[in-house]
C-alpha cells in the first residue's frame, strides 16, 4: 500500500512538473508567421498519427494489467499466485525515465524558442538516459532470476517479464526516432531554413509527447507490480 501510494505521489509530482515547465513556455505570448492551411494540415497529420499510436498503446498494456490481476486472484481455477520480489534497482530505473522526461521536455521547450543549440544537449540527454533505463530493466531480470523467481509455477516473474519487456521494446522504437531528430538538430543548429527548423521542432514534440506517456505507463505498471 505504502509503495502504491508513494508512486501515485511520484505520478502527481511528474505531471505538476510539466505542466510547470509547459506554463513557463508561455506559448500564448508567441507570434510569428501563420502556417497556412497546408502546414498545419502536414504538421496536423503526424500529432493526430501519433496520439491513435498512444491510445492502442494504452489499450495493450490496460488488456496486459486486466490479465495480471485475473491471473493474480486464480481466475478460472489456476493455481495460487507466487508474489515476485521485485528488485530495487527499479526504483532507479523509474527516477532515471523521471529524468530523461524532464530532459526531454526542457529541450523542447528551448528547441521551441528557437535555441536548437541549447535544447540538443538535453534532447541527447534524454536518449543516454533512456539506454541507462533500458539497461537497468536488463539487471532486474538479472536481479529476479538469482532470486529464483523463474518456472512455470511462478507466473508473477513471467507477467514481470512481459510488461517490462513490452515497455522497452517501445522505448526502443522511440530510441529510432529521436536518434534521427538528433541528427537533424546538429545538422540545422547553424541553418538559417526556417521550413528544416519548423520539422525539427514538430519531431521534438512529438518525441516529448512519446517519452511524456511511456513514462506515466511505466508509472502504471510499476505500480501495478508493486501491489502485488
Sequence with gaps: MLS???IAML???TVWWLLIQRLKDKP????GVLPTSQETVTSSAPKVGLWVFLAVVSSLFGLFASAYMMRR???GGLASWQPLDEPNILWINTLVLVIASGAMQIARNRIDN???NGGRSYFLSAGLLTVVFLAGQILAWQQAHANGNVG???PAYSFFVLLTAVHGLHLIGGLFVLGRTTLRIFRSVDAANVVARSRIRTSVQLCTTYWHWLLLIWLGV???LLST
Design 28 to 31: 500564448w505570448t508567441k507570434q
Design 152 to 154: 512455470a509455477d511462478n
Design 4 to 6: 502504491a501510494l508513494l
Design 114 to 116: 528557437d535555441d536548437l
Design 11 to 13: 505520478t502527481a509530482i
Design 222 to 224: 510499476f505500480a501495478l
Design 73 to 75: 486472484v486464480g481466475h
